[in-house]
């Protein structure tokens, strides 16, 4: 089982904590640009599997990523856990997982809690962007895929703890009456 979702990083300033009695300036990098990361964690080990791009993640990139699940040649039925992107839902996907025999399951709409990825991306924010200035676009996009390549090995102890199969789901909806 794998948990599927992109994350787009943006070169822009992250202020982590701060509090100051005067005023502070911050050096922060002119322009937006975007760094994608579509990524297909494994849930028992962890391994993250990546497309990147500096554009837009889209069906095609979504392909690849199935292609790239297909040719790890597993032993075994694969599912993909999902959001609910369109480019994820389309007619071409679909086709393209069936044919390659790897269940597509969408989350419910708005379940972000849902997707173990999403503490990842959470993580890689935390250790790449939050209070870090990068003068330019190649050493902020260098970081994230640095950050991406060290998730099973030096940030492996972390994230094992972090990325545990722990969900909190509600079986009723309660309301509290006044």
């Known amino acids: 089982m794998f948990f599927v979702d992109a994350a787009h990083f943006v070169l822009a300033p992250f202020l982590g904590y701060l509090w100051s009695l005067t005023r502070l300036f911050i050096k922060a990098p002119s322009g937006r640009k975007r760094f994608n990361v579509l990524g297909a964690l494994n849930a028992i080990t962890h ?7 500096d554009t837009y993640i889209n069906a095609q990139s979504v ?12 032993q075994m039925p694969v599912t993909l856990v999902l959001d609910n992107a369109r480019y994820q839902r389309c007619v071409i ?10 269940e597509l399951l969408f989350l419910p709409a708005y379940s972000p809690q849902l997707n173990l990825i999403e503490r990842l991306w959470k993580f890689v924010k935390k250790q790449c962007l939050y209070s870090k200035y990068y003068p330019e676009f190649a050493v902020f996009k260098n970081a994230i895929i640095d950050c991406l390549q060290k998730t099973h090995s030096t940030y492996k102890q ?3 703890s972090f990325l545990t199969l722990n969900f909190q789901t509600f079986k009723e909806s309660q309301f509290a009456s006044y």
């Open 93 to 102: 996907v679909k086709e393209l997982a069936c044919l390659l025999n790897i």
């Open 47 to 53: 391994e993250l599997i990546t497309i990147t791009n």
């Open 158 to 160: 972390e994230l094992d």
């Open 63 to 74: 392909c690849d990523m199935l292609w790239k699940i297909a040719r790890l040649n597993l």
